[in-house]
């Protein structure tokens, strides 16, 4: 195994925290990946990672060889594709996280015509409305909508989507059309539950600049997009959604927008890349691809609001 092949599993272990991890990845045995980082140490004279039984961390020495081997990795990959013309060249395998509606409805549609502009581009997908950790998963990019917290991770921002309040038909001949927030005692939010933390979220819109927020009767919550947007077209309630993702429900007069002077604030879109200062060419021309696909489906602003 070449020294470049030794760093790029350094860096997958690195990032993962595990060689298990790290070897799944990879599609690699454990212990081809336990053997390679003790080939690399012997090389170096030097121990990069402290072992214990659940995982593995870096050494000083292994923090001082990170940011270099990282740094070479990124120039031979580089140096690799200086010639290569155009995007049919360009090759290697990333992984990327993206929200569940976001990557079954948007990405994976058009996704034979990145394949024909990338062919040589292998892709692990996971398409998930689960907060997942880039560094420990080996997850080379994650598409993030809503606040961020204070993650570390590198962040550009793509633009912001409207959400907007919608009803079916079945249930505004029910209940009668919303007029406001402050009237909502005699109506019914599809309640939301976050599948990570379990918290539920409240009925949100911006008066004069101000973001407020109230509880709202529920008669059902959810931890899914997928099943709050059924919940609606059943007329169980009133919904708070990203207006892409029921654009054809209104489209169809499935859904209708109420109380439009009530909308919530406005949700940036990001992509997220874990601590790396160099991105490999496969991973940018990925999110190149994605970005323009995005702007033009998810019609974001430049500025929330």
């Not at 997958?12 to 080939?39: E, H, K, M």
Request: charge should be neutral.
């Amino acid at each position: 195994m070449d020294s470049v092949d030794l760093f790029r599993i350094f860096l997958r272990v690195a990032d993962n925290g595990s060689f298990v991890r790290a070897a799944d990845s990879l599609n690699r045995p454990a212990s081809t990946v336990s053997a390679a980082i003790q080939a690399l140490e012997s090389r170096l004279g030097a121990r990069l990672f402290h072992r214990t039984t659940r995982s593995v961390s870096l050494t000083i020495d292994g923090h001082a060889f990170y940011p270099r081997c990282q740094a070479a990795v990124q120039n031979m990959d580089e140096t690799e594709n200086l010639f290569r013309e155009n995007g049919r060249d360009v090759t290697g395998s990333i992984r990327v996280d993206v929200p569940g509606r976001v990557g079954s409805h948007l990405i994976i549609p058009a996704m034979p015509a990145f394949y024909q502009q990338y062919p040589g581009i292998r892709i692990e997908l996971g398409v998930t409305d689960r907060n997942v950790n880039l560094a420990e998963e080996g997850v080379d990019c994650a598409l993030r909508v809503g606040p961020l917290d204070n993650s570390g991770m590198v962040a550009k921002c793509l633009g912001y989507i409207s959400i907007i309040n919608v009803a079916s038909a079945d249930y505004l001949a029910t209940y009668g059309q919303p007029q406001s927030p402050e009237k909502l005692n005699q109506h019914y939010l599809i309640g939301y539950a976050s599948p990570t933390s379990g918290r539920k979220e409240l009925m949100e819109w911006v008066d004069k600049g101000e973001v407020k927020r109230t509880e709202v009767n529920s008669m059902l919550t959810v931890n899914s997009a997928e099943a709050s947007i059924a919940a609606c077209v059943a007329g169980l309630g009133i919904l708070q959604i990203p207006a892409y993702d029921v654009h054809t429900y209104l489209a169809n007069d499935v859904l209708y927008e109420v109380m439009p002077e009530c909308r919530p604030q406005a949700l940036p879109v990001n992509i997220l890349y874990p601590h790396r200062r160099h991105l490999s060419r496969s991973v940018r021309a990925f999110t190149e691809w994605l970005t323009p696909l995005l702007q033009e489906k998810m019609q974001l602003s430049q500025k929330g609001g």
